[in-house]
């Protein structure tokens, strides 16, 4: 619902209705329950303040890390949120005498310009949060067999520095960047491409099958066509992404001959093969500066 009109950056408000009026997630009201609300805010039942949510933790992370006290704009911006949301996860900090708005602000607590910093006394008690909640969503790499790994197998990490992550964690702890989910038999050719500065967005290792196919996106134009182009794959310029060739167009054969007459297992072999000539290719690009 785009509620810009009809209110202010830093108002809060609730919308009741007797069916979902948009497709967006609508919180279900049961018959008998009794909700009071009070100038735009819940105030029975009483609302915990959720500073465990992910979004809220992030936000936490970001301005305790911060040199500076760091704006509204910056913080909803990294979480990759509507600024709209900004009351939703910020509250909670604030509720807990976590984070304080600086007192040179103009703005009202949630306007884009609007800074906040932890308070100086609670930082210990921040600290230990933080350091309780990164070792609850760690996964050391010793845990992670990638040579056994299956067709389907997936992880969550943070190709930048490479720390795996458990389920449902979208933001990495150590150094706060979005985490990407990787499919385990191509997860370390994408941790070598970024060591090396050739930032990714996202990757497939593929299927053993007619459709999915190994790609990698790149989040710049690193143009490997030519000859530095690895063998029986294709870089597609407008997207950035290296993508492997169909083995009929490899083959010089009409795909309805490739459904009709190769076997699954000829195709699995095919795709591993050539998820092995991107290791190599991988394995010999010079490093660069990623940015
Ligand atoms: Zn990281």
């Not at 933001?171 to 941790?191: H, S």
């Not at 794959?233 to 492997?244: C, G, N």
Request: with cysteine.
């Amino acid at each position: 619902m785009n509620l810009h009109e009809i209110k202010g950056q830093s108002e809060t408000g609730f919308i009741v209705a007797t069916v979902p009026l948009t497709s967006e997630p609508w919180q279900d009201l049961p018959p008998g329950r009794l909700v009071v609300f009070h100038e735009g805010q819940q105030i029975f039942p009483v609302v915990q303040p959720d500073t465990d949510k992910e979004e809220t933790l992030h936000a936490l992370y970001l301005i305790r890390t911060s040199s500076q006290r760091e704006s509204v704009f910056y913080i909803m911006n990294m979480i990759g949120l509507e600024l709209e949301q900004a009351n939703i996860i910020l509250q909670p900090l604030l509720n807990k005498g976590y984070i304080r708005q600086d007192r040179r602000d103009r703005g009202s607590p949630f306007e884009h310009f609007s800074t906040y910093y932890t308070v100086p006394a609670k930082r210990n008690e921040i600290d230990q949060l933080l350091k309780e909640d990164a070792a609850k969503v760690v996964i050391s790499a010793e845990q992670i067999d990638f040579s056994v790994a299956e067709e389907e197998d997936k992880l969550l990490a943070c190709v930048s520095c490479q720390t795996f992550y458990k389920e449902g964690i979208t933001f990495c702890r150590k150094c706060l960047e979005r985490v990407n989910e990787l499919d385990t038999r191509i997860a370390d050719i994408i941790f070598s491409l970024n060591a090396k500065g050739y930032k990714t967005e996202h990757s497939c290792a593929g299927r053993g099958d007619y459709i999915g196919k190994p790609y990698i996106a790149f989040s710049f134009n690193i143009d490997v066509s030519g000859p530095t182009c690895p063998q029986n794959y294709a870089w597609e310029h407008s997207k950035k992404v290296l993508r492997m060739m169909s083995y009929h167009k490899v083959m010089g054969i009409t795909k309805k001959k490739m459904e009709q007459t190769i076997t699954k297992e000829t195709l699995e072999k095919f795709a591993i093969n050539n998820l092995e000539t991107l290791r190599s290719w991988a394995d010999s690009l010079p490093v660069i500066d990623g940015n």
